[in-house]
């Protein structure tokens, strides 16, 4: 099983440090997407965690599913209403069967990056698809790797500096590791988190998606639907489970 890096002290402040992910002009186009390609079917959410999305899209009358590696994430979820009605399985995503079959399965939020190598990717890639029905879509949401930022021979990069906060961003450009070290000032004491990440390319994505029998069918800069480009920091895609080979 990975590492849980989202344990108790994690889980007790996600929802407060995540405050603006949880917004409603942030959520709503997600959920809108996603219920749009459930329609009369079930989703799966990789990563539930606290049920930023899960919640408003099981309360739009979707069937919901969830899989995550934390206990405390999830007991989160559960307190809060309409909770205790969304089915969780403890475990890794890359690998954790649940039963039954989903018309679309999603991982936002920059998730897949918690699978740290590309075999485990690559085993979430055929992990949905195996939960997958005919032609169900597989969403993700990930940034796109900024390494057009780091100057040549350069390993670290600052993403956030401020009088009791730094953040940093330290590459590995042969393994694609991406580690985020957070120093951070708490009652008077400085506090270090580092939490490991693989950042994965859009056309990398693609060929996982084609090792595991899907095909591109979408790719947006956002929920809204806005184009992606050569200039978008991030994308949602949607890949679609092969039936006809
Ligand atoms: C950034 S949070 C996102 C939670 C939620 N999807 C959201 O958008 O707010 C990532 C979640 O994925 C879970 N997670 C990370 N790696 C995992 C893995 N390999 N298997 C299952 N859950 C994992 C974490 O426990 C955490 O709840």
Redesign the pocket.
């Known amino acids: 099983m990975?590492d849980?890096?989202?344990g108790e002290p994690v889980a007790a402040g996600?929802d407060e440090s995540?405050a603006d992910?949880f917004a409603p002009p942030v959520v709503e186009p997600a959920v809108d997407f996603l219920a749009d390609l459930a329609g009369d079917g079930a989703a799966l959410?990789?990563?539930?965690?606290?049920?930023?999305?899960?919640l408003p899209l099981a309360q739009r009358g979707v069937r919901v599913h969830g899989?995550?590696?934390?206990e405390a994430?999830v007991a989160r979820l559960r307190a809060k209403p309409g909770g205790a009605d969304v089915g969780v399985t403890i475990?890794?995503?890359?690998t954790?069967k649940v039963d039954g079959t989903f018309s679309v399965a999603y991982l936002?939020?920059?998730?897949i990056m918690?699978?740290t190598t590309m075999d485990?990717q690559i085993a979430c890639f055929q992990n949905v698809a195996a939960h997958l029905e005919p032609r169900g879509c597989f969403v993700i949401e990930v940034r796109v790797p900024a390494l057009q930022r780091l100057p040549p021979g350069e390993t670290v990069r600052a993403f956030s500096i401020s009088p009791d906060y730094l953040g940093f961003d330290e590459y590995d450009v042969v393994s694609q590791g991406q580690i985020s070290h957070h120093y951070e000032v708490v009652d008077g004491r400085l506090e270090l988190h580092s939490v490991p990440f693989r950042y994965v390319w859009p056309s990398e994505l693609d060929l996982m998606a084609r090792l595991s029998g899907m095909r591109l069918v979408e790719r947006w800069s956002s929920w809204n639907r806005e184009s992606f480009t050569s200039e978008s920091n991030g994308h949602v895609s949607v890949w679609e489970k092969v039936t006809d080979r």
């Open positions: 990975p849980d890096h989202f996600y995540e992910m959410e990789l990563g539930i965690g606290t049920g930023r999305i899960a899989i995550d590696l934390s994430m475990g890794d995503f890359a954790t936002v939020f920059n998730t918690n699978l485990e």
